[in-house]
């Protein structure tokens, strides 16, 4: 075990509270805010995609995406798995983007991505690990195809899954967390913007 892998693990359980300072200061900070018209736009399209590639994810996946322990699935290739080993954090990467250029904050994207990459660096290797234990020989395999953040195009496989889609319904609902802070952050996202300077 590694002395990241502690560290990982932590981050993994908490990581839905940990943008809460990050999501505070896109919200009240002011100084500093671009006069582009083009930035809010931009963050709402980024935030969107974000989102869209969570849900795909999470149709494969299925809940196990939420889970704050160790327990896991199948090792899944398929769909966005195909494409990025962690399309659910490809995702969280492109929401807070979008979430700090609609801010209009551009000084704190460079804040944002070291966050996201000490974060998210720290959790992926730790569920490498994790996963790895499980299925070494077929992770291996899967790690040597597909990158652990770039995408791969054309895809390892021909996107179908390998077990059945989860139903919307469930999707949704293990997702509610998550579309519920999107949606709040847009809705006071906009209300910043709307108040002007």
């Known amino acids: 075990m590694t002395a990241e892998a502690p560290t990982g693990a ?63 699935g199948p090792l899944m290739t398929a769909g ?10 490809v995702g969280n990467w492109l ?16 804040v944002a991505w070291l966050i996201f990459f000490f974060q998210y660096r ?12 499980k299925y070494t020989t077929a992770y291996d395999k899967y790690a040597r195809q597909v990158r652990a953040w770039l995408p791969r195009w054309p895809p390892m496989s021909d996107l179908k899954p390998l077990l059945p889609l989860h139903p919307w319904r469930d999707v949704l609902f293990s997702e509610r967390g998550t579309l519920i802070a999107v949606l709040v952050m847009a809705a006071l996202l906009t ?3 709307l108040a002007g300077d």
């Open 191 to 193: 209300g910043k913007y």
């Open 122 to 133: 720290a959790i992926a290797r730790w569920e490498a690990s994790f996963i790895r234990s």
């Open 80 to 89: 966005p798995y195909a494409i990025v080993r962690n399309p659910l954090y």
């Open 10 to 72: 932590w981050l993994f359980r908490y990581r839905s509270f940990l943008p809460v300072p990050l999501a505070l200061i896109l919200l009240f900070v002011r100084k500093g805010q671009s006069d582009s018209t083009l930035v809010v736009p931009g963050g709402i399209l980024l935030v969107s995609a974000g989102q869209i590639l969570r849900l795909w994810a999470v149709r494969h996946i299925g809940t196990i995406s939420r889970t704050r322990t160790t327990r896991y």
């Open 95 to 110: 929401l807070w983007t979008g979430f700090t250029l609609w801010s209009r904050l551009l000084w704190m994207l460079p």
